[in-house]
Antibody
């Protein structure tokens, strides 16, 4: 079974750094893109960016470029989303996603359960 | 970024009703469009891709149509488990974008 298992909820203070993770299983991790989607409380979905673990090719939404870093460690089939200095506005649910095969990275058919990040002083 | 505008933002309907949700792109996206369903507290689920292709395991009461800038998601006979929020998503540019969502509520 294809699964994306995300790390647990985080509570951080403004200015702190954070790295959350997403471990893929049940498929060849290096053969599929893996990305991140943000959902702020009570709001819609926002595509943040995506990485191809096979060669580390990474694409970012212009809205998130420079605000976060997406990376992957193919040796442990894990993707990461990290912040160097969190803001209160980073408070959200973050979903890890794997696109459907055959359509580049366009359609997301496997979703993790989400990681809640709360940033508050 | 390509902007995606969904309408209505919410709709009240009864079990058995036919429900149609529309999504408009700010520029032509051919058929590069997906629809997702999200229930409260859960991750979204892919329903339709490439504008009209039904994802495996999704009931046939869901259908998608459209190309260019205007798209629709239709639920032919609303079931109790279909009350949820629905999002469109364009895949025409390297930076993907979602619509604002349509909440389907019980009348």
């Amino acid at each position: 079974e294809v699964q994306l298992v995300q790390s647990g909820a985080e509570v951080k203070k403004p200015g702190e750094s954070l790295k959350i993770s997403c471990k893929g299983s049940g498929y060849s991790f290096t053969s599929y893109w893996i990305g991140w989607v943000r959902q702020m409380p009570g709001k819609g979905l926002e595509w943040m960016g995506i990485i191809y673990p096979g060669d580390s090719d990474t694409r970012y939404s212009p809205s998130f470029q420079g605000q976060v870093t997406i990376s992957a460690d193919k040796s442990i089939s894990t993707a990461y989303l990290q912040w160097s200095s969190l803001k209160a506005s980073d408070t959200a649910m973050y979903y890890c996603v794997r696109p459907q095969p055959g359509y580049y990275y366009y359609y997301m058919d496997v979703w993790g359960k989400g990681t809640t990040v709360t940033v508050s002083s | 970024d390509i902007q995606m505008t969904q309408s209505p933002s919410s709709v009240s309907a009864s079990v058995g009703d036919r429900v149609t949700i529309t999504c408009r792109a700010s520029q032509g996206i051919s058929s590069w469009l997906a629809w997702y369903q999200q229930k409260p507290g859960k991750a979204p689920k892919l329903l339709i891709y490439a504008a009209s292709s039904l994802q495996s395991g999704v009931p046939s009461r869901f259908s998608g149509s459209g190309s260019g800038t205007d798209f629709t998601l239709t639920i032919s006979s609303l079931q109790p488990e279909d009350f949820a929020t629905y999002y469109c998503q364009q895949a025409n540019s390297f930076s993907l974008t979602f619509g604002g969502g349509t909440k389907v509520e019980i009348k």
